[in-house]
């Protein structure tokens, strides 16, 4: 199992894929941190749906993570793309068989496969919370944001869940895109549905239908990032997802193990 | 009996109504150069897909290195294969590709520096894999499969791509590995280049094993060609007539007729001529190559 874990690790640290992966991830950090800081005064809000988040509000021990918050819903359509086009390029370049003639335990390569994404997105959320603290600090005096709370016990409790939150969100979209890859065998089908269905289809069929949003797979997903909400409970979002991504993997499990490799 | 380091019993695939290989039977000695032939479609890729675990039989079964089939983590580890083209990660520079899968078969990766060098790619393992060219991507492709010092090699058209100096390399490469006790299973569109290494033969035709054993049998087997030339052009139609009135097969090529017929028939094809009033400018008999008895035993059942 190790060895698929390096192997996959091998691909994965490959220079072009390690810099757009953290150009964007730290984009996006940078982004969503400065509009905060940033626009605190702008009448249009300085958060998601033109909710304005004021200095007081900050300077809270949670006030800490709240750049870090915004990016992480994001976060997780990046994983999505990310374990999507690593999963089905297997087949579009026709690689599965040779990682099958050199490793035929097909569960291995594809639990070795998984923890390696898993490590990665990992190491994405670090980063992407490393640079929107960084730089929520360095922008805090430019917004006269106090910043002695940010130190305390609570403020690094809160900095532990979310980022426990937040990785477990991007777990839960990139496990989906494994499994958008595993089904379609082909990145683009994969990633453009999972793109499609959690940031447009899931909305559209929420605000049209009542009472839907939480039952959405991508909804929950986003929900445990954000600890919950009045939509749904941590706990109830986390459950669903389980359910939903537990169905989903037996699935391809099954499908991986017994489908021929005829490309 | 030889140790096997192949053999297909009743090995069948079906993909609904279409069967891709239809009750298999051949066997492979150990350590020998094995010739796997048959035209586009006839079940050749799916055979060694099926041997390598890749896809499952539909029924029969066969053992690779005395394993069963079924069980392909028992052997797969000494065998070594390029399947139908070389497919590595683009992105990835050649050596970095072999790096992966000496990673995930657990061998040492100065194995990858030392056969990026062994196939010529010494100088360009460091760059992108979508930047070479089709022979150094089958290069890269045969790098792989010796990756594991293989016991049994399988090579699905090795030559591809390559130039005459390339194909040189690999028929030297296939009979050094061969020499040193590694079974090679080698399909080829290069039927030349089979009949000059392989000495045993698996033949496909639309999905059916025709013939399975040693090269020197087949040709043996086959009956030479008698090669006879007019000393005038017009007479070649009549000459053509002729022979087929006396009921042998005849073809007609670059300006002489070829019969298919025993060696012992040319005098009498002579006589035949000289009573007809056509001088012939030469006659022969020739042995047929691999190439002419494949076409021969691929065509005529067809």
Redesign the interface.
């Known amino acids: 199992m190790i060895r698929v874990v390096r192997a996959e690790a091998r691909k994965l640290r490959r220079r072009s894929l390690l810099l757009s992966t953290f150009a964007t991830v730290g984009g996006l950090s940078g982004l969503f941190t400065t509009i905060v800081y940033l626009m605190i005064n702008s009448k249009s809000g300085n958060s998601r749906r033109g909710e304005r988040i004021s200095a007081l509000q900050l300077s809270q021990p949670d006030g800490l993570v709240y750049g870090f918050k915004l990016v992480g819903a994001f976060l997780g359509i990046v994983a999505l793309c990310i374990f999507a086009s690593q999963t089905a390029q297997e087949y579009t370049y026709g690689t599965l068989r040779n990682l099958l003639v050199r490793q035929p335990s097909r569960m291995k390569i594809l639990i070795g496969k998984f923890i390696s994404m898993k490590i990665y997105a990992l190491l994405i959320v670090l980063f992407a919370g490393g640079f929107s603290i960084a730089l929520s600090y360095a922008l805090a005096g430019h917004a006269k944001v106090s910043t002695a709370k940010w130190s305390s016990h609570a403020a690094l409790v809160i900095l532990g869940q979310t980022t426990l939150n937040i990785f477990l969100s991007t777990l839960c979209f990139g496990t989906l895109g494994m499994i958008l890859g595993l089904l379609f065998r082909s990145p683009i089908s994969a990633i453009a549905t999972g793109v499609l269905w959690t940031l447009i289809l899931e909305n559209i069929i929420s605000a049209l239908i009542a009472n839907t949003a939480k039952w959405m797979p991508g909804q929950n997903f986003s929900n445990i990032g954000e600890g919950g909400s009045a939509i749904a409970s941590y706990k109830y979002s986390l459950l669903i997802s389980l359910i939903y991504l537990a169905a989903g993997s037996t699935l391809v499990a099954i499908l991986f193990k017994r489908r021929d490799v005829a490309n | 009996m030889d140790k096997l380091a192949i053999s297909a019993t009743d090995l069948t695939k079906e993909y609904g109504e279409r069967t891709a290989l239809s009750h298999a039977n051949f066997s492979v000695p150990a350590g020998t150069i094995c010739g796997f032939v048959g035209p586009n479609g006839s079940g050749k890729t799916t055979t060694i897909?099926m041997l390598?675990?890749?896809?499952?039989p539909t029924s029969g079964t066969g053992t690779v290195l005395g394993e069963n089939i079924s069980q392909?983590?028992k052997y797969?580890p000494k065998?070594g294969?390029m399947?139908?083209?070389p497919?590595?990660?683009?992105?990835?520079s050649g050596l970095?590709n072999l790096?992966?899968?000496a990673?995930?078969?657990?061998f040492p990766l100065e194995r990858a520096e030392e056969l990026i060098g062994k196939v010529g790619l010494g100088d360009r393992g460091g760059s992108k894999f979508k930047t070479y060219s089709l022979g150094m991507k089958q290069r890269l492709g045969i790098a792989?499969a010796l990756?594991p010092n293989p016991e049994l090699l399988v090579l699905d058209e090795p030559t591809n791509g390559l130039d005459p100096s390339g194909i040189q390399e690999v028929r030297e490469l296939i009979r050094d590995l061969a020499n040193h006790g590694t079974t090679v299973f080698v399909s080829s569109h290069l039927l030349s280049e089979l009949e000059m290494i392989s000495e045993y033969l698996v033949m496909l035709r639309e999905g059916k094993v025709i013939f399975s054993g040693k090269t020197q049998d087949l040709l043996a087997g086959a009956e030479p060609i008698i090669v006879a030339v007019p000393e005038y052009e017009v007479d070649l139609t009549k000459l053509v007539k002729l022979i087929e009135d006396s009921g042998h097969a005849v073809a007609l090529r670059d300006g002489a007729v070829q019969v298919t017929s025993s060696k012992e028939w040319a005098p009498t094809l002579n006589r035949l001529a000289f009573e007809a009033g056509i001088t012939l400018a030469s006659i022969s008999t020739v042995q047929q190559t691999l190439e002419e008895t494949f076409f021969e035993m691929t065509e005529d059942e067809a």
């Not at chain 2, 390598?52 to 499952?56: A, W």
């Not at chain 2, 990673?103 to 657990?106: F, K």
Request: net charge negative.
């Open positions: 897909r390598l675990g890749l896809i499952s392909p983590e797969l065998v294969a399947i139908e083209g497919a590595f990660y683009p992105a990835l970095e790096k992966v899968l990673t995930l078969g657990g792989a990756l």
